[in-house]
């Protein structure tokens, strides 16, 4: 990446502004107006700021790393290999003896490294609820922008270097296996899980022909998102986690006058509140261990699993997105996904 200015923000910017430039990269760098380097936003930054109670509108330096990994200008390999050994971000500012940004330098090896981490894709759901769309083709491969909503997915995850799927079905399940043998895709490796009858978004999983030996995606077959998926297994491997579950902001603004009451007493009234909350996106990363809570042939969802992992104690964190994100289960969100799809996946 040689135009480092698409990635640097003034001091004077948002964190809002942040993450419209880490909607499409891992790193945002902050400046003077001097290009002089005063800190470094992530990607990582972010997601545990919106678990937080900041707002989105505070000054980006109440996030930024101050004090960041940076390079030296002029580069040497010298440098550049005593650095990724010990650090794994793929991007680096590099600057001049006057701390003053000149480039970046982009680690290819994070770039070009391919996961061996599975994918599961659940698709085998009716899909009733967008009624005659459904009756004769299963949900995931109905089109959005030309394009079905499995291949979307599957390409979204592509990018990211993960090449390894698994697709359960169940609803029309010959229909997604003959798509896939027609379509041949290069470059990954699709297999199946076939339910002879619904098992739920978990119940599935205790047909795995072989158990995973590290983490795994779970989604649900009618997401479409642009999710830093490389960002989300680091942070659950990161977090030691059995469960990373993919969250998403909902704002509820309710047009009412709120009160808490004791008994009949008033304690206090808000005007017209706001309402932040977290909803369950449909993307998950499980650690191998967890399938040992999921009988084989039995029907159970991830959410059951979760709850009972919750009353042992085990470690299940929220994992916040904050790129663009869709259930596509009705109607209105089929429509709506096909007006944001040529500006959010019209690459890929």
Known sequence: MSNWKNITLDISATISDAIK????????????????????????????????????EDNISKLMNKKPTKLLYPLSEKKIQKIKTKNLFKIYPVVNKENVIVDVYTNK????????????????????????????CPKPLLKIGGKTILDTIINNFSQHNFNDFVISVNYFGYKIKEYFQ???????????????????????????????????????GDILTKVNFSEMLNFHISNK?????????????????????????????KEKPTI?????G?????DPEVLNHIPKGEFKHITEVIEILLK???????????EYWIDVGQYNDLQKAETDFEENFFNG
């Open 21 to 56: 430039i880490l909607n499409k990269n891992s790193t945002v760098l902050i400046s003077n107006k001097d290009n002089k380097l005063l800190g470094v936003v992530t990607d990582r930054d972010i997601r545990k700021m919106l678990l937080q109670t900041k707002s989105i």
């Open 109 to 136: 090896e994070i770039e070009n490294f391919t996961f061996e981490n599975l994918v599961i894709i659940m698709a085998g759901g009716k899909g009733s609820r967008l009624g005659s769309l459904t009756m004769d």
């Open 182 to 220: 027609k379509q041949k895709p290069k470059n990954i490796k699709v297999d199946f899980i076939e339910e002879n009858k619904p098992l739920g978004t978990a119940g599935s999983l205790g047909l795995l022909k072989k158990k995973p030996k590290a983490p795994f995606f779970l989604i649900n």
């Open 241 to 269: 986690a059995l469960i990373t579950v993919g969250v998403r902001e909902y704002i509820q603004k309710i047009p009412f006058g709120v009160l808490e009451t004791k008994k009949f007493y008033i304690k206090s009234i």
């Open 276 to 280: 932040k909350s977290f909803i369950n």
């Open 282 to 286: 449909g993307i998950y990363i499980i």
């Open 312 to 322: 042992e104690k085990s470690k299940v964190i929220g994992f916040p997105i904050h």
